[in-house]
């Protein structure tokens, strides 16, 4: 009988319906495929099994954070591998019913289920949250920030540096990650026109950094308000480490709870994308009251492609289970129609998609440089899932599957008088 290596590798491009361009390692210690080329390391059956009992991204995405899964050399060229075939047909229940009508594909099937061992479902890794309804109530959202950053502030610095903007970068070339941040926050308050003596509220304000910035280099005061008490406390250091403590306030508030308006400018950077699309109107609704007439939002947030049928729309499964419980994505024409029901006139809209995509890249290189220690600091379960996440999500970003827009919103008064200037794009000169 032939070796893992060989017979799962005929197997996967069975599946596939195409050559596959990486080696397999196999748990036998067999390996098949082209010399040099990187490795999918199968570590054991139970792998197999991961896939068998739910096939797609997110039995994929469970053998690798357990482990059972791993890479060998490049973690894109693999991704780039097997990307297409599961972005394509994904966790669909018609695609996969379509593909098992192929003969060879069931024949493959059958012999995957032999090779997997004993037919009992693993259980899920310990880092997945269990899928439920996105309710996006406050207590819902809470439990979800709290899954996403609440994993200690030493880890994120370790990924973000030290910068600490968990966000797109805005790139130049030559730039570092740190100048690129820095230079994305400045075009922020450039677009909301900031000036001396002005209130800014930065909504899901991070670790603090926006607000440090328009405080120290604009001379702005400023409130910002998450949800995470780790963010927050973090924040309040930097803040007080600056000696901008007059001018910053950090809250952990959430932003509906928001009183003390009106504020001459908002900036909402990579925020929105938790707020659901059942809530999003209320969303704009409240920035809306809560600014001044004239007054300025910046709306950071990443977008999906529209479907034909956006009644289809599902979570990644992947990002719901382990990254951004209960985050949702929608295309960029539905948060302007949505900003524009709240009242805001929209003046510009950028899209900065490039950007993200070379933004993962270095966090990658900063998680693999320091993967040990993130391991340390967290799980390593926890380390891969950011790993294929940001890795992925770079690959996304670069073929167009998502992207992200910087929208400028204005709530215009009724003389017309928005304030902008008439030609708005000076801030890119």
């Not at 309710?135 to 973000?160: C, K, M």
């Not at 450039?190 to 000036?195: C, D, F």
């Amino acid at each position: 009988m032939a070796d893992a290596a060989s017979r799962l590798r005929k197997l996967a491009e069975q599946l596939l319906g195409a050559p596959l361009r990486v080696r397999i390692r196999a748990w036998d210690g067999s390996q098949d495929g082209p010399p040099g080329a990187p490795a999918l390391v199968v570590r054991n059956r139970r792998a197999l099994r991961r896939l068998l009992f739910k096939p797609g991204e997110l039995g994929l995405a469970r053998a690798w954070v357990s482990g059972d899964l791993d890479i060998e050399g490049d973690l894109y060229a693999v991704l780039e591998v097997m990307a297409g075939p599961v972005w394509e047909r994904g966790e669909d229940a018609r695609g996969l019913a379509e593909a098992l009508r192929d003969p060879e594909v069931r024949a493959a099937v059958r012999e995957l289920l032999r090779l997997a061992g004993p037919p009992i479902p693993p259980a899920p890794p310990r880092e997945e949250v269990r899928r439920r309804r996105h309710l996006h109530t406050r207590h819902s959202d809470r439990r979800a920030i709290s899954h996403h950053y609440d994993v200690g502030n030493d880890f994120y610095e370790l990924v973000l540096g030290p910068s600490m903007v968990y966000s797109c970068a805005y790139w130049q070339d030559g730039g570092t990650l740190e100048s690129a941040q820095r230079d994305k926050l400045e075009l922020v308050c450039a677009k909301l026109g900031l000036t001396e003596g002005q209130r800014l509220l930065d909504v899901g304000c991070g670790w603090g950094s926006m607000a440090i910035h328009a405080a120290r280099e604009h001379g702005v005061r400023v409130v910002g308000v998450t949800l995470s008490q780790e963010q927050a406390a973090y924040a309040r250091k930097r803040v007080a480490d600056e000696g901008l403590a007059d001018r910053v306030e950090i809250r952990v508030q959430d932003y509906r709870d928001v009183t003390d308006g009106p504020y001459d400018a908002i900036s909402s950077i990579g925020m929105a994308e938790h707020v659901g699309a059942e809530g999003y109107l209320d969303y704009a609704r409240d920035l809306y009251a809560l600014l001044k007439p004239g007054g300025r939002l910046l709306n950071h947030q990443i977008a999906r492609r529209p479907q034909r049928d956006e009644s289809s729309y599902e979570v990644d499964p992947f990002i719901d289970a382990y990254v951004f419980p209960d985050g949702e994505l929608a295309p960029i024409g539905t948060t302007v129609t949505q900003l524009e029901r709240a009242g805001f006139e929209v003046r510009d809209v950028e899209s900065i998609r490039e950007h993200y995509a070379r933004t993962l890249r270095q966090w990658v290189i900063r998680l693999e440089a320091g993967r040990d220690r993130a391991m340390r600091l967290t799980s390593p379960g926890r380390t891969r899932v950011w790993l294929l996440y940001m890795a992925a999500s770079a690959l996304a970003f670069e073929r167009n599957r998502i992207g992200v827009n910087q929208v400028l919103a204005v709530r215009t008064p009724g003389s017309g008088a928005c304030g902008l200037p008439l030609r708005t794009r000076t801030w890119n000169t």
